[in-house]
């Protein structure tokens, strides 16, 4: 399970990104389920300004580029933070 905090001042409308992207419509503040190809099965929940993310992988894992950019530039438009950023907070994260 991965937290993602959210920028400051960034106001995104997740439920319109997870449509744009994933043609998943819901609740993303009550908690959404939904599976994506190449990803797996995608538990997310917005609490506060955190996104909770929590992925089961495929049982067949296939390098589909793509899927992993969509993915990448959906966290960046949900979280206001890029790849990089998103990594150095998690290396943070994980040094205390």
């Not at 609740?27 to 955190?50: A, P």
């Not at 495929?58 to 979280?79: C, G, H, M």
Request: proline share 2%; net charge positive.
């Amino acid at each position: 399970m991965r937290n993602y905090s959210i920028k400051r001042g960034h106001k995104a409308d997740i439920n319109m990104l997870l449509d744009k992207y994933f043609g998943v419509k819901g609740d993303v503040n009550e908690g959404i389920e939904f599976v994506v190809d190449s990803i797996g099965k995608i538990y997310m929940k917005k609490e506060g300004n955190n996104l909770i993310v929590d992925i089961t992988p495929p049982s067949e894992v296939r390098d589909d580029y793509e899927a992993i950019k969509k993915w990448n530039q959906f966290l960046y438009e949900a979280t206001g933070r890029t790849a990089k950023e998103r990594r150095k907070l998690l290396e943070k994260e994980a040094m205390k």
